[in-house]
């Protein structure tokens, strides 16, 4: 599953850059560049698009949904602490909306 899922987003990606991005290959890019390239598309992706398929199966899929959901919250609330990022007002109130909707979907289901 994994494979077939890189590999979609890898063809696809690759055929909306020939069509959107300027032609091109840079490969005089720094070592630094490269590197950055190969652990983010192996660990970052391809090992988290594995582990995600692995052991999803071991839990519901309201709870499957609310760790999914609580992405962007996390997402931002580490660019803040680690890179100090800062988040607009936009922002915050859509992390709150996450939140609440990942409330009230619990709390349905409990009633």
Same mark, same amino acid.
Do not use: C, D
């Given at each position: 599953m994994v494979? $077939? @899922?890189l590999t979609t $987003?890898? $063809?696809?990606? /690759?055929?909306? +850059?020939l069509f959107f991005e300027r032609p091109g290959i840079h490969l005089y890019y720094p070592s630094g560049v490269w590197? %950055? *390239? !190969?652990?983010?598309g192996i660990f970052a992706t391809a090992l988290a698009f594995y582990m995600q398929n692995k052991f999803q199966?071991?839990?519901?899929a309201t709870k499957t949904a609310i760790i /999914? %959901? &609580?992405?962007? *919250?996390?997402? +931002?609330?580490f660019a803040y602490l680690l890179l100090g990022e800062k988040v607009g007002l936009i922002a915050w109130i859509g992390g709150?909306? !996450? !939140?609440? &909707?990942?409330? !009230? %979907? @619990?709390?349905?289901?409990?009633i």
């Amino acid at each position: 599953m994994v494979m $077939v @899922q890189l590999t979609t $987003v890898f $063809v696809l990606s /690759f055929l909306m +850059a020939l069509f959107f991005e300027r032609p091109g290959i840079h490969l005089y890019y720094p070592s630094g560049v490269w590197w %950055s *390239i !190969i652990l983010t598309g192996i660990f970052a992706t391809a090992l988290a698009f594995y582990m995600q398929n692995k052991f999803q199966r071991y839990s519901t899929a309201t709870k499957t949904a609310i760790i /999914f %959901s &609580g992405e962007p *919250i996390f997402s +931002a609330m580490f660019a803040y602490l680690l890179l100090g990022e800062k988040v607009g007002l936009i922002a915050w109130i859509g992390g709150l909306l !996450i !939140i609440f &909707g990942m409330i !009230i %979907s @619990q709390r349905e289901k409990k009633i």
